[in-house]
């Protein structure tokens, strides 16, 4: 098994803490997150030839009076970025999370995830996904719709990120 | 003798040495001084050690001296044989180490662990990165508040104690079951350099594959250590007494040493009174011990704020500033630190909310008002207009046809034609019909085409008011009356047949109101007397005002005028 670092990363309120709760095999409590700004889960994503057990680092989302604390973006292997398709306004934060980790030097994976994606019919989809990309292609290694209620993409979303950290 | 120096040395030997010992009886303070860089270097380790165990034997019969611990030894060592002493010994053992792990400093991500067997823990990875954020964390603090240089080395939750070493590209953590004292500090360090000597590279090209056989020999070394610590533990006391050097050889440097303790305790002495003077100010518990020749204050602090508090009373006994602070932060401190920001953060947002709400409610005021007073204005200037519009209207009906006859005379006034008392277009002179023919001349009637249409332009902002446009033709009076009637009135029509071509008569409204009027022979043109009758077979084109619907508007007008703004 070969271990990995990721960083969860997103505004404040984007579906991060759900994203994960749903979809990882442990985790520490959340009263970390608000203590200390980050919360450790694990997943272990099976992949053709390897296990890859991903310590997910769910950093405390973003607000204007209190940015993510960048110390621990060290060391990452891959990063989620999360924006909620309700709220413009997060995806455009994304740029703000993209930059951070150029500012660190990290070449990373970096996958774009639309959460909430149940909220919103097909034809806003199309459009957010098609706005997302015209931002953000270049910089985005993998553009994912997830819904952490319905479950829909998160699978596919760990899967891909696990095969481009190899 | 100077060609015998044992001889020298048994001769001198029975002088200096009662010197010495007179010396050092007469003036302690003077032979410390003057000895002190010869032996100071070699001894100063081994006195400090002494002090230290000295100090740490104090400290536990002050707090024992009274407590339940006392008396519960005291009978267990009746019930057991085992006499007191021996039980202390046993008391005073190291702290428990129950496992270790190597995180890679980056990362976070566990390189290998150990652990007895009875102390497994749940999730070594998770606990790994855990144990690596909460570092981050803190470090991240204290970078942030500049008041201790020093990265954090001990973190304490409740029972638990881990033991932090950062090494190049690793942390190295010993989990304890309390907190571990100097001694026990330098044997682990001790074992955790020699895995830095030994993995260095493998350390910096971690990977996170832990199929390495690096993981695996790392964590059997590990375990080696934890084993062998049980066991050492388990020989107790004989063990115990036989590692401790230091009390040789402070019996065997003799009375030097002695006089060299007594300076040490003034100075523990010192240390104690400043350590109780700060738990007496502020209730924090700290350690002093010696590093690397220096005094050094550590331990973990319950409040941050006591930092200033604790640093005057220690410059009041260091004066030159000759001891190092590390301090850190314990996690209940960090977590009430966090819960003070995130309340001070709250109240800070409730009062914006409450500033924002409050400018709101007024702009929202502000505005009312404003569309109160800017409603009110316009309805004035409405009522000012619509009278205005009012009194305009009736003084417009009342001289309708002198406002028409202006109208008509800056439109017509310089055309030969027109008959401004009639205000009619009087073709008198044009000679429009030939004697007892009702086809007009074709050139000409594009002459009364024209005018027509300019005085139609003239009339068009009256024309609700004006009940018909008549085009009336007249005869010369030879022949009958009732010929020259027909005469006349088949003119009219045919004129008005060419006057309805004009597209803007035939399209218009106008087209219902143009009369076509056949007067017949009762107005011949006379000159002196004498008719002209080329001139009395002529049309003229003029209106006639709508006299029922004029009078209807004004007295509706004039009702309202009275109504409203009289």
């Known amino acids: 098994m070969i271990s990995k670092k990721i960083i969860l990363v997103g505004d404040f309120a984007t579906g991060k803490t759900s994203l994960i709760r749903r979809f990882v095999d442990d985790q520490f409590s959340d009263s970390y997150l608000s203590t200390i700004g980050v919360k450790i889960s694990k997943k272990e994503i099976a992949l053709d030839e390897v296990t890859i057990r991903g310590l997910i680092w769910d950093l405390e989302g973003g607000t204007p009076g209190k940015p993510v604390n960048r110390i621990y973006f060290a060391g990452a292997h891959g990063a989620i970025l999360v924006s909620d398709v309700t709220r413009e306004e997060t995806l455009v934060h994304i740029g703000d999370y993209i930059a951070m980790l150029k500012e660190k030097g990290l070449a990373i994976p970096r996958l774009l995830v639309l959460n909430k994606c149940d909220k919103i019919g097909e034809s806003e989809r199309n459009e957010v996904l098609r706005k997302a990309k015209s931002y953000y292609e270049g910089d985005i290694d993998a553009f994912f719709m997830t819904s952490a209620k319905t479950g829909e993409g998160v699978e596919d979303m760990f899967h891909t990120l696990a095969q481009k950290m190899l | ?566």
């Not at chain 2, 704020?305 to 260091?318: D, G, S």
């Not at chain 2, 004035?380 to 006859?405: D, H, P, W, Y």
């Not at chain 2, 006349?488 to 004129?495: E, L």
């Open chain 2, 1 to 566: 003798m100077a060609q015998d120096p044992q001889a020298l040395s048994r001769a001198l030997q029975g002088v200096i040495s009662p010197a010495i010992t007179e010396g050092i009886a007469n003036n302690k303070e003077k032979m410390i001084d003057a000895l002190y860089p010869i032996m100071g270097g070699m001894i100063s380790k081994y006195v400090t050690q002494a002090i230290k165990e000295m100090m740490e034997t104090i400290n536990q019969k002050i707090e024992q001296g009274f407590s339940v611990e006392r008396y519960k030894r005291k009978l267990k060592a009746k019930l057991t044989g085992v006499s007191e002493s021996e039980l202390l010994l046993e008391e005073s053992a190291d702290a428990h180490v129950d496992a270790m792990f190597i995180i890679h400093k980056e990362t976070g991500l566990l390189i290998s662990e150990a652990h007895l067997e009875e102390s497994r823990i749940g999730d070594p990875h998770m606990v790994a990165s855990m144990a690596s954020a909460i570092r981050d964390f803190i470090n991240d603090w204290i970078a942030d508040n500049a008041q201790i240089a020093d990265e954090i080395q001990i973190l304490s939750y409740g029972n638990a104690t881990l033991y932090i070493e950062s090494a190049g590209s690793v942390y190295l953590i010993a989990f304890l079951d309390s907190e571990p004292d100097y001694e026990q500090r330098t044997q682990i360090n001790h074992f955790f350099g020699s895995l830095i000597k030994k993995y260095a590279t493998f350390f910096q090209t971690f990977d996170g594959d832990e199929s390495a056989p690096e993981v695996t020999a790392l964590s059997d070394e590990m375990q080696a250590y934890l084993q062998a610590h049980m066991s050492q533990k388990a020989e107790t006391p004989t063990t115990t007494a036989k590692k401790n050097p230091a009390k040789y050889l402070f019996w065997g440097v003799g009375i030097v040493l002695i006089a060299y303790a007594g300076y040490g305790l003034k100075s523990f002495y010192d240390q104690r009174t400043m350590l109780s003077q700060i738990v007496e100010k502020t209730g924090e518990h700290l350690q002093i011990e010696e590093r690397n020749g220096k005094d050094v204050i550590s331990g973990l602090l319950q409040d941050q704020a006591h930092i200033e508090t604790i640093r005057k009373i220690v410059r009041y006994y260091y004066p030159k500033d000759e001891v190092q602070l590390d301090l850190g932060l314990s996690i209940e401190a960090a977590e009430n630190m966090q819960s003070q920001a995130q309340q001070k953060y709250r109240k800070m947002l409730e009062a914006q909310q409450h500033t924002i709400a409050t400018l709101e409610d007024s702009v929202e005021k502000a505005l009312r008002i404003s569309d109160e007073r800017l409603e009110k204005i316009e309805k004035t200037l409405e009522k000012n207009s619509r009278e205005r519009m009012v009194r305009q209207e009736i003084a417009k009906l009342t001289g309708i046809k002198k406002e028409i006859g202006k109208a008509l005379e800056n439109a017509l006034g310089d055309v030969p034609y027109y008959d401004r008392k009639k205000r009619v277009l009087n073709f008198s002179s044009l000679h429009l019909f030939e004697a007892g023919k009702t086809e007009p001349n074709g050139e000409k009637m594009q002459v009364v085409i024209s005018l027509f249409e300019r005085y139609l332009t003239a009339l068009e902002p009256y024309m609700p008011y004006i009940k018909y446009v008549t085009v009336r033709s007249y005869s010369d009076s030879s022949g009958s009356n009732e010929e020259n009637l027909r005469l006349t009135t088949a003119r009219a029509q045919k004129v008005k047949a060419y006057l309805l071509q004009i597209p803007e008569v035939r399209h218009d409204l106008l087209g219902k109101h143009l009369k076509a009027v056949g007067e017949g022979e009762r107005a011949p043109v006379l000159i002196d007397g004498v008719e002209d009758p080329e001139a009395s077979r002529r049309i003229e084109i003029g209106f006639v005002v709508d006299k029922k619907k004029i009078e209807k508007k004004l007295k509706h007008c004039s009702e309202e005028y009275r109504s409203e703004y009289l």
